[in-house]
């Protein structure tokens, strides 16, 4: 069960709290505030399952859509990535910026985010721990997919570092975590 609010930080001066789950007819909305350091944000990723939208609370962030030109938001500046589109965004600021936003519908984004998060303080760098990384980039692949990572890695050597960290018993801390969306 989710916890609000929760607050998450990884290594690389990223931090997100988890404000509330609003209930709607077409699915819960997560609502989350973020702070980015200056040159931090989330590599190229995609949501396959849930649109995200940002608006800059303070200091300015860039973003991109896979394939297309960088671009500016300022304080004011809202950007919706509808599920299903890779994209990035990072504070291209020189001091901490500020975001507010939501994702929807939720789905297992709280469960991801938190654990990723760990796993990267845990590896002290941008990729996260390599059993942990495995684990969640394999079970959630239907939801998730971090696209700088080469596609090598993501079809063969994750689902095979996952099956050896299951045979090693890597994965006990992950016994309550929520079933992947078909």
Known sequence: MNQFPETIENCLG?????KELVREPDGDKLILHGWVQPKSGPPMH???KQDECIT???GQ???QVLGGPEQLAREGDSVLFTRGTPHRFWNSGT???QVEGWAKPANNLQF???AIYEAQSRSGKGQPEQFDGAYLLTRYKS???MLEIPGFV??????????????LGKYNKFKDAPAPLK
């Open 46 to 48: 995609v949501h396959f």
């Open 61 to 63: 962030v860039s973003y």
């Open 112 to 114: 991801f985010l938190s």
């Open 143 to 145: 939801e998730y997919a």
């Open 154 to 167: 993501r079809k063969v050597i994750f689902p095979l570092t996952y099956v050896i960290g299951r045979l």
């Open 14 to 18: 990223e931090k997100i709290v988890f």
């Open 56 to 58: 800059v609370k303070k």
């Open 95 to 97: 001091d901490e910026a």
